[in-house]
């Protein structure tokens, strides 16, 4: 069953009952419905699992068996009684049989406590910090009766994870740590770029709601589908294909749903979203830990306790945030480069550090990242050149990040180890939608398939741009330079430096390109304004 247009105003309803309920925060409101989310799905998932054990003979016993000791004497069913039977914690029994004031009373006090005291056990850790915000009697009764009309039971996991999209989507705010969500059309024009395969592991060491996670998944199945397992799916008004990994054996399945996706994050209620998130698409067992990479490094014992890789992870995507402070004295050595405290350049450092040799990385930078001119800045270009293989850089458009953040951001996409003999610069000035406040618009413009076949064919492009005319106008939107011409310039990585141009292409091009790429110049120029106007606060703290 696809996302119909009826889940999608159901999921609107449930939106604008909370807004208009007095609780207008879209974070907040989107983990509170992941949670109930999770507890309308548990209980199909248990008794699966029930069904399951009965037929292969294997011990399971239902997380609602046995009796719970009530934390409020007033959901009690009869005075003086101080246990119930666990099977009170279904939803079946309390969303169908309680409103208003005792449904928030037995949700509040005993649903979230029961889910919380089991999250460890049974590998719900994204339930350990749960607590119930909607306390509105009325708001809650209608929430939960939307979420009923769901059925999200006959719903298959891309048609869940899909409703879920439509809730995030509407988090139009950056955290507190420059935090926010990546558009998906983004997320998957640089999975497509690094190409994640079966049996790799990837990472995200910043996850927010698990965008990147969740595109490698489904890339990954795409991949591995023949032609009749494979479908066209509609996601923020674009179209894009899907698969259902029908190639994989039962073997792979397991790896790729057990041994394959990594991710942390600092903030909580992004834990949780991502957590829901991945269990929704068919992931329960993807962990996602709350951590910081830069104020906390593991040892092997430590990524052994937990179940992580010891030795790096073969592909690392991500979106790291870039505009939060640290305290110089929290920042753990393994990441640090000279001074720098700007964390952009700290999650570069970790990146390229917890990659296995070979391993493949992309990750969005502020432009400053490529071009700044302190001392940590060129740096980390030196390292990314010298001593890894730094295969392409995007440069998108001015406002992709719209309404979080205006700040002019490009993809790195680098492998460990080795040298880098050249770098192929790619130029989108059109992702697919309109790039105004919102950017939420889709318009027929979109240079992004386009650049990823390119870089697919990046060998190719180098014989033809190694062909070419130097005098010539060069009309392509990507284009290469050498190791020796960015050397020169002190490791400037900025795409415009090395945009080729000649006399023709000045005398005869259309105004309207000269003045966008005018403004993208004036827009690098402030970015890096911003970057060394921060430098310099923190150097100063």
């Known amino acids: 069953m696809p996302f119909t247009p009826d889940m999608r105003r159901k999921v609107d309803q449930i939106r604008d009952y909370l807004y208009g309920g007095g609780y207008p925060d879209p974070l907040s409101n989107a983990e509170q419905l992941s949670f109930l989310f999770f507890f309308y799905m548990i209980e199909g998932i248990d008794a699966a699992n029930v069904r399951q054990a009965k037929a292969t003979r294997r011990d399971y016993t239902s997380l609602f068996a046995g009796d719970w000791t009530l934390r409020n004497p007033l959901n009690a069913p009869a005075k003086g009684v101080e246990a119930i039977s666990r099977d009170r914690m279904r939803w079946s029994s309390w969303a169908n049989a309680l409103s208003g004031e005792p449904l928030v009373t037995f949700v509040r006090d005993e649903v979230f406590p029961f889910f919380s005291g089991i999250g460890d056990a049974y590998g719900m850790s994204f339930m350990a910090q749960g607590r119930l915000a909607i306390d509105d009697p009325t708001v809650l009764t209608q929430v939960v009766t939307l979420v009923n009309e769901l059925r999200l039971e006959q719903a298959d996991p891309d048609t869940k994870g899909d409703l879920f999209e439509h809730v995030l989507r509407q988090i139009k705010q950056a955290g507190e740590l420059g935090q926010f969500r990546t558009p998906r ?34 890339h990954i199945r795409l991949a591995n589908s023949s032609p009749s397992g494979r479908e066209v799916a509609d996601l923020e008004g674009k179209t894009f294909e899907r698969g259902y990994g029908d190639r994989l054996s039962q073997a ?26 991945l269990a929704l698409r068919g992931l329960p067992d993807v962990r996602i830990l709350k951590r910081n990479v830069l104020t906390t490094s593991f040892d092997r014992q430590a990524k052994a306790e937990r179940g992580l890789p ?8 991500a979106n790291p945030p870039f505009s939060g402070r640290l305290d110089r004295d929290r920042i753990v050595d393994d990441v640090k480069i000279g001074t720098s405290t700007a964390t952009e350049l700290l999650f570069v450092k970790y990146m390229i550090d917890n990659l296995k040799s070979g391993g493949r990385c992309g990750v969005v930078v502020p432009e400053g990242v490529l071009f700044g001119s302190t001392g940590a800045h060129k740096e980390l270009r030196r390292m990314l050149m010298q001593n890894n293989r730094v295969e392409a850089v995007l440069s998108l458009p001015g406002g992709v990040f719209q309404p979080y953040s205006g700040v002019k951001t490009s ?28 950017h939420d618009q889709p318009i027929e413009a979109d240079d992004l398939p386009g650049l990823v076949a390119a870089f697919n064919s990046r060998e190719e492009m180098w014989a033809d741009w190694q062909k ?15 190791t020796g011409a960015i050397e020169r310039e002190d490791w400037n990585l900025s795409a415009a430096r090395y945009r080729p141009e000649s006399r023709e292409a000045a005398e005869h091009r259309d105004p309207r390109e000269l003045l966008e790429e005018l403004q993208e110049d004036v827009e690098t120029i402030l970015s890096d304004i911003q970057a060394l106007a921060v430098e310099l606060r923190r150097e100063a703290a």
């Open 252 to 277: 792979q399945w397991r790896v790729l749903q057990t041994e394959t996706f990594y991710g942390n994050d600092v903030d909580p209620k992004m834990v949780s979203l991502a957590s829901m998130n």
């Open 411 to 438: 993809v790195l996409v680098f492998a460990k180890g080795g040298r880098t003999e050249r770098v192929m610069f790619l130029h989108a000035s059109n992702d697919g939608f309109k790039l105004d406040a919102n």
């Open 468 to 482: 070419r005319d130097p005098a010539a106008r060069w009309a392509e939107n990507w284009w290469f330079a050498d």
């Open 185 to 218: 059309h983004i997320i998957r024009a640089i999975v497509d770029l690094v190409d994640p395969k079966i049996g790799e592991t990837v990472y995200d060491p910043a996850a927010g709601t698990a965008g990147f996670l969740v595109a490698a998944y489904e």
């Open 310 to 317: 010891l030795d790096g992870y073969d592909v690392i995507l």
